[in-house]
């Protein structure tokens, strides 16, 4: 590169316990540009943001801005150097106004104490340069979705004048129609001067973007190189280090028409999220559910499952109908449902707790005789489920935080098929997940379908659902917009489906991908 | 126009605990043979007040997520603290009514240490430098006794132009000069930032650490203010261990029927203090309504459970029955 | 993975790993303060002290396992002072009605504590109140009750003969009664706690117990017993002071609260639930019982105890009750 690195890292390491989360990692970025940072989960891009955005102190190496070598003691410190970084989880106080967010650790003051109007009219114009003028300053975030508070965030950084802008995700829960609005503000940025650091696992998102990209694996910078210079293929092999080829299992030939639907669904409905939604699942199909964010996906797997109130409409169970009031009642011998749900860390394990504890959870009534653990029952299942998923775990008395997130979504997954589930719903299983456990995952589903369950399947990624599943629904607004299967089933036309809009006509090219 | 609105729905605890209030005392002075006279509400404000104090100090510290189980006895101790010292000359009672204060800013000082720099759960932490501060207490006052400036406690238990009663007055100034600046400061934001979201606050470079500490420390302020004006009422120091007790417990009470959530981020003190109101005046109301008053108790505990099981309401109409867990 | 270390070294390493450090603290401390109190008189190593301080250790102790119980599912109950009351009362109540009465009279007893927990937990596990409050209300309720059942004097009623035997009575020579008691209590609630899907699905819900729910579990009736048992346990153990004292008191689980708490969090179990052994909270309460023994042997001056009981509570929780750093 022709002008000296705004900002550069050299020699940084970072341990968590036993685990090395960054090796003696090195990064360069540039005024005026923007960055991309790939690599797969646990490859250290996380840690790396959080040791730049003074969130973490790393253990060793050091950190030079502008020329001048620094050391953040704490995010304050980092902001007020210039470095702004907009997080994945969001770091937006929910009792708090939009406006009161905007400006929160430096708001506007008079006599000592906050001048409400001023702030005002500052978030108004950070949520302007935002592209985000709809949001109200009064509002309360926590009364706000997920993609509005995504936007407040964004203007929140905007906000505090950055010299450098970290982005961790930032577009993973907005609409299509903010993401180019984004895009846009980002660019101009990048006209400004602004350097940008753009971590993300959407290659078209990259493409469209970045200037040059680097690629992290192991907690080490493998490999940096110009936007454009190499295949996506190339990519991801260097991220996972290895050949990369044939993601998905083959699928079976259509099966016959005789066998009854292990799940059929009629007209269901929940307030105003769902509407009208029929479809059936033979055991032994794997069926997605495809469209956007946010249109009723989730609902409706949560509806399956037990978990909503005053659903309409009808449910039925191989060819019985089901009143499915609660998850214990789904998870009974009766209707055998599995739900593997969204978040493993706060829906799907209890960090706390063992590894073999988090298993046996879903199947107590299983190892227990008139509510007496049966120690020998306990252990034999349990090693059963480890030998049959694969999970890497030294001492299954460790908490399973101390897994892996690969391995942590293996025993969620492995917590349900202790049950040996007819049913098995999955909520983005492997969102966040290593390549190499994805596959294995992929390989598993199909297993199951071909021993005879019915899935349902979740997916935020196209090339999932086309790789994995026979037919695939897709949703816009709490309904079933179209039904993809076969030939049909690709990805411009899941695409299509998704915007609700017809075959090949204009349709927006969406930033979404493995 | 649309901006009231918003005003309305984030107060919306306040204004209701304050027309709750509101409601019970007209139903009381309409009831009582004096009707609505000033004699009336000064008596009932000077019972209010001294639990609107250690309220507010509640509300501080519930604010940021944390819980201060001692404020009853803070307020105790410094009874018994003021009961040694507020009296003589002007300037005698002037530098005692100061120490005082300054005893009840050093108690919630200690509490604030070691909560928040010791990194100790408040729940545990407090009831053990409770029992501290009462050890105290009783140090001061191994029997009930003392005395106080009369001239001091007449004026602030009295009624100014012999209408408004003068502790409605200082309960006023207070709130103006501690509660106002503290919410409207910095550290009062990141106080609430902190009871919402501690994560997302210290992500967004609050000083959360010093929030709370002050926090604290207010509380104990706030719980000496109501431990002087009991002073002014029994002109006694008394180290009542179930008074303290009561008072700790019955700030919560105010704090919840205030709209102050417990588990921090939202709320504000002006509602516990008409939480606290409303919860006196239950008594008042049963006095006024012929009650034998053996029932009060059973009153009080009774209007507070359907009060928590009320406002739970909500919960129940949830349509997404995850949103039960936090 | 194989597991390549040698068997042995694994068992040590396992046993060392899983001694809490807050009840081996307890324990020393134990050990300490008997022996910096042998200074001032060996009679406080005699077996017929440290067999006295068992026996009162026991009432703190019965009633410390329902909160400890409550305290793992992340909850709380403040309503301890008055279901030991209503425990105490309500069964001298009964045992005051003829030989019927004298039977029933500790059944009756729990059951009334067990009602006040029922409540407790229909108000935290189903209208989603916060445990705080609603443990709060319920005390409340209960004293107001008390109250208008006593007409505002103390009770009057005697303790039945059962009552008195259980907590003064001697079974086996030398043991207390009360002890004997709590042993039982203690080993059925350390066999539900390791052994029992009542006590894993207790610390499940502690930890999370969003993803217990979304286990298939039902955590709303899982809290409820929980509570329904810490009331009867507190119930139980008013029963027991009201024997001890041939009859009940106004306020007699006034002073019980604090301690239970104290002694459940000394012992190593998180107030935010989900961790926390058996053993700890017997660590804690032995230790809180003997602190304030010695306190009163010593003739140290009421103001003096509590303060010395209030700093030495901080100072142990400054030594491994401390939360993480926020930066790590």
Redesign the interface.
């Known amino acids: 590169m022709d002008a000296p690195p705004l900002f550069r890292m050299d020699g940084v390491g970072k341990r968590y316990g036993g685990v090395r989360a960054l090796e003696n990692a090195t990064l360069e970025v540039q005024a005026g540009r923007i960055h991309a940072i790939l690599g797969e989960n646990g490859a250290g891009k996380s840690t790396l943001i959080k040791i730049m955005a003074g969130v973490v102190a790393p253990d060793s190496g050091r950190m030079t801005l502008a020329g001048r070598e620094v050391a953040f003691a704490s995010p304050a410190a980092a902001i007020k150097a210039g470095i702004v970084c907009i997080f994945q989880e969001l770091s937006l106080v929910p009792d708090l106004t939009v406006a009161e967010n905007i400006v929160v650790d430096d708001p506007p003051r008079r006599f000592g104490l906050i001048d409400g109007a001023k702030q005002r009219r500052l978030a108004e114009a950070a949520l302007a340069r935002a592209g985000a003028a709809d949001i109200h300053p009064l509002a309360l975030v926590k009364d706000l979705p997920l993609s509005r508070r995504q936007m407040v965030e964004i203007a929140k950084a905007l906000g505090r004048n950055p010299k450098i802008l970290i982005l961790d995700e930032a577009t993973s829960a907005l609409t299509a129609a903010d993401v180019t609005k984004v895009f846009g503000v980002l660019k101009a940025l990048r006209a400004d001067g602004l350097a940008l650091l753009y971590i993300s696992h959407r290659m078209h998102e990259i493409a469209e973007l970045a200037d040059e990209c680097t690629v992290f694996r192991n907690g080490q910078n493998v490999t940096t190189y110009k936007s454009g210079t190499k295949t996506d293929n190339e990519v991801v092999e260097l991220m996972i280090g290895r050949e990369y080829s044939h993601v998905f299992p083959p699928k079976p030939a259509a099966t016959s028409s005789d066998v009854p639907a292990a799940l059929e669904v009629r007209k269901l409905g929940w307030t105003d999220r769902l509407n009208d939604i029929s479809f059936s699942v033979k055991p032994g199909e794997v069926v997605g559910l495809g469209g956007l964010d946010g249109q009723g996906q989730r609902e409706l797997l949560l509806a399956l499952f037990g978990v909503l109130r005053g659903c309409r409409g009808e449910v039925r169970i191989d060819g019985k109908p089901a009143a499915i009031a609660s998850p214990s009642a789904a998870k009974s011998d009766r209707f055998g449902i599995a739900l593997i749900p969204e978040d493993r860390k706060t829906e799907g394990l209890m960090l706390a707790m063992s590894v073999r504890d988090n298993l046996c959870f879903a199947s107590l009534d299983r190892i227990s005789r008139r509510g007496v653990i049966d120690r020998e029952t306990e252990q034999r299942l349990v090693e059963e489920m480890i030998d049959l998923l694969g999970i890497k775990a030294a001492d299954t008395a460790m908490p399973v935080g101390t897994l892996s997130g690969g391995n942590q979504q293996k025993v969620v997954i492995a917590k349900w098929l202790m049950r040996r589930p007819r049913i098995i719903i999955l909520n983005d299983p492997t969102r966040g997940i290593d390549v190499g456990t994805k596959q294995e995952i992929y390989q598993l589903l199909r297993k199951l379908a071909d021993a005879g369950a019915a899935i349902v399947f979740y997916s935020t990624d196209y090339d999932e659902l086309i790789g994995c599943c026979d037919r695939v629904l897709v949703l816009y607004d709490g309904a079933i917009k179209r039904e993809l299967a076969g030939s049909g089933l690709t990805e411009h036309a899941l695409i299509a489906s998704a915007l609700d809009i017809g075959d090949g006509k204009g349709g927006q090219r969406l930033g979404v991908s493995p | 126009m649309?901006?009231w609105r918003?005003?309305v729905?984030?107060q919306r605890g306040t204004l209701l605990a304050a027309g709750i209030f509101v409601a019970m005392f007209i139903l009381y002075a309409s009831r009582h043979p004096a009707g609505f006279s000033a004699n009336v509400v000064q008596t009932a404000a000077n019972k209010g007040v001294l639990l609107a104090f250690v309220a507010m100090a509640q509300a501080l510290v519930v604010i940021t997520s944390g819980?201060d189980l001692s404020v009853g006895m803070i307020f105790i101790l410094t009874n018994c603290l003021a009961s040694w010292i507020a009296f003589g000359s002007v300037m005698q009672t002037a530098l005692g009514v100061a120490a005082v204060l300054l005893a009840g800013l050093a108690c919630g000082t200690i509490n604030g240490l070691?909560v928040i720099y010791?990194?100790?759960?408040p729940?545990?932490?407090t009831?053990?430098?409770?029992?501290?501060?009462?050890?105290?207490?009783?140090?001061l006052r191994?029997q009930p006794g003392g005395q106080v400036n009369p001239d001091l406690a007449d004026a602030l238990t009295g009624r100014v132009f012999g209408v408004v009663p003068a502790s409605i007055l200082v309960l006023l100034a207070v709130v103006l000069a501690v509660w106002v600046?503290f919410s409207?400061?910095?550290t009062g934001?990141a106080a609430?930032?902190a009871?919402?979201?501690e994560?997302?606050?210290?992500?967004?470079?609050?000083?959360i650490?010093r929030a709370k500490f002050v926090a604290y420390m207010l509380a104990g302020l706030l719980s000496a203010i109501g431990g002087l004006f009991l002073t002014f009422f029994t002109y006694t120091g008394e180290a009542a261990f179930?008074s303290g007790?009561t008072y700790t417990?019955y700030s919560?009470?105010a704090v919840?029927l205030g709209g102050v959530s417990?588990?921090g981020?939202?709320g504000s003190a002006i509602g516990a203090i008409f939480g606290a109101l409303a919860f006196r005046t239950i008594g008042d109301l049963l006095f006024v309504f012929d009650f034998d008053p053996?029932?009060?108790?059973?009153?009080?505990?009774?209007v507070?459970?359907l009060a928590?099981?009320l406002?739970?309401i909500g919960?129940?109409q949830?349509?997404?029955?995850?949103e039960?867990?936090? | 993975m194989t597991d390549t270390t040698p068997v042995s070294s694994r068992g040590l390493g396992r046993l060392l790993a899983a001694v809490d450090p807050a009840v081996a603290t307890s324990f020393v401390c134990i050990l300490g303060l008997l022996l910096v109190s042998s200074f001032y008189s060996a009679n406080f190593l005699s077996p017929e002290y440290l067999l006295q301080q068992l026996k009162v250790a026991s009432f703190l102790g019965i009633i410390a396992t329902g909160m400890m119980l409550v305290i793992l599912l992340g909850q709380i109950d403040l309503s301890v002072p008055w279901s030991v009351a209503v425990g105490g009362m309500m069964s001298c109540a009964l045992a005051a009605h003829g030989t019927a009465g004298q039977v029933f009279a500790i059944p009756f007893g729990v059951l009334c504590g067990a009602l006040i927990g029922a409540v407790n937990g229909v108000g935290v596990a189903y209208l989603r109140i916060p445990s705080m409050i609603v443990t709060l209300a319920t005390n409340a309720v209960a004293q107001g009750l008390m109250v208008v059942y006593t007409g505002g004097f103390s009770p009057q009623d005697s303790a039945s003969a059962a009552m008195r035997y259980l907590a003064t009575g001697f079974l086996i020579r030398g043991l207390p009664n009360a002890v004997v008691v709590w042993a039982l209590i203690g080993a059925a609630a350390v066999f539900a706690l390791t052994r029992t899907v009542l006590g894993r699905v207790v610390y499940g819900i502690g930890n999370r117990e969003r993803a217990a729910y979304l286990s298939g579990i039902d955590t709303r009736r899982t809290v409820m017993i929980a509570f329904a048992i810490s009331g009867a346990l507190g119930a139980f153990g008013g029963v027991l002071l009201a024997g001890y004292a041939s009859k009940a008191a106004q306020s007699m689980g006034d002073a019980y609260l604090l301690p239970a708490i104290a002694a459940v969090v000394l012992g190593g179990t998180s107030i935010l639930g989900g961790k926390g052994s058996y053993l700890g909270t017997v660590a804690g309460v032995i230790l809180i019982t003997l602190l304030q023994s010695i306190l009163s042997v010593l003739q140290i001056p009421e103001f003096g105890r509590q303060i010395i009981y209030g700093a030495v509570i901080i100072a142990m929780l400054l030594l491994y009750g401390r939360g993480a750093k926020q930066r790590q």
Do not use: E, H, T
């Not at chain 2, 010791?118 to 759960?121: A, M």
């Open positions: 649309k901006d918003y005003w729905a984030r819980i070691i010791g990194r100790l759960q729940i545990v932490a009831i053990a430098s409770g029992a501290v501060f009462f050890g105290i207490a009783l140090a191994p600046p409207r400061s910095l934001r609430y930032a009871g919402s979201s994560i997302a606050a210290y992500m967004s470079g609050l000083p650490q179930a007790n417990l919560i009470a919840v417990l588990y981020g939202s053996l029932w009060q108790p059973l009153f009080q505990g009774m507070l459970l928590v099981s406002s739970s919960l129940l949830v349509r997404n029955r995850l039960w867990f936090g």
